[in-house]
């Protein structure tokens, strides 16, 4: 394939998958009848569920997803999964301080207090089910930072990497769906779909059809 022609499909996969992943759940807040609330916490809510949304499409940019690879090039593959992986981390990092940022604005009690009383409400399924999530997504997250410095094959990495990623996001879906304000049941199918489609893929390709032990994925170098 000529460089014009591969610049030309990489450039539709990346707009493709984003229309998808950051398109779809828009559309449905658009649509969406949800009670009117200040601007600034629905820009929060929309922040959150576009990283969310965004990190369930992952495991579809990713080397498990042969047309991926194939529209993309292995190395600008991982750069997009990189890139998105750890902004759509960031943001979710922050998820629970931005909840409680509105605190700073209104009377009543102070963040630090409300961010105390969220962390500490554990008759809440969604609360644990969040702290859960957010707890695996810190252990990725710096597994994945520090990847090399790990005394892990790479391919003992990528079954450790996949696992804890496919038990991160449905522990995570589970809890956007339980305390998600706008997970109504078109957003709750959205990100059933988005992860359920996700994971399959991987575990189809990844574990299933045993593709770790192909070497040509087995690359330490990217
Ligand atoms: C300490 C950990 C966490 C706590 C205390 C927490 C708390 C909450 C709360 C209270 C809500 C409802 C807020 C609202 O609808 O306005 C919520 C919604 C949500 N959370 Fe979390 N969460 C945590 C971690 C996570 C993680 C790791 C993820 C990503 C997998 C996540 C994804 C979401 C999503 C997508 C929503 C739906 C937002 C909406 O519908 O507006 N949360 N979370």
Redesign the pocket.
């Known amino acids: 394939m000529g460089l014009k022609m591969m610049r030309k499909t990489s450039y539709g996969f990346v707009m493709r998958s984003l229309l998808l992943y950051a398109g779809m759940p828009l559309l449905i807040l658009i649509l969406g009848n949800y009670p009117d609330r200040a601007l600034y916490k629905e820009i929060i809510?929309v922040i959150?569920?576009l990283a969310?949304c965004l990190?369930t499409g992952q495991i579809y940019w990713s080397r498990v997803n042969d047309f991926a690879v194939e529209s993309l090039r292995a190395r600008n593959l991982i750069s997009l999964h990189n890139i998105v992986g750890y902004i759509c981390v960031g943001v979710?990092f922050l998820?629970?301080f931005l909840?409680v940022l509105p605190r700073f604005f209104e009377k009543g009690i102070s963040p630090g207090e409300a961010l105390f009383t969220?962390?500490s409400t554990f008759s809440s399924k969604?609360?644990v089910l969040?702290?859960i999530?957010?707890l695996l997504?810190l252990v990725i997250g710096t597994t994945s930072v520090f990847r090399r410095k790990l005394p892990l094959r790479y391919k003992d990495w990528r079954a450790f990497h996949g696992l804890l990623s496919v038990l991160?996001?449905i522990v995570?879906?589970w809890?956007?769906i339980d305390?998600?304000?706008?997970?109504g049941v078109a957003?709750s199918c959205l990100f059933i779909i988005f992860t359920g489609g996700g994971v399959v893929l991987l575990l189809i390709t990844e574990y299933a059809a045993g593709k770790l032990k192909k070497p040509e994925l087995n690359n330490e170098s990217c």
Do not use: E, Q
Request: aromatic share 10%; charged share 5%.
């Open positions: 809510s959150n569920i969310f990190l979710l998820h629970p909840l969220l962390l969604g609360v969040g702290i999530a957010w997504m991160f996001i995570g879906t809890h956007a305390l998600g304000r706008h997970a957003m």
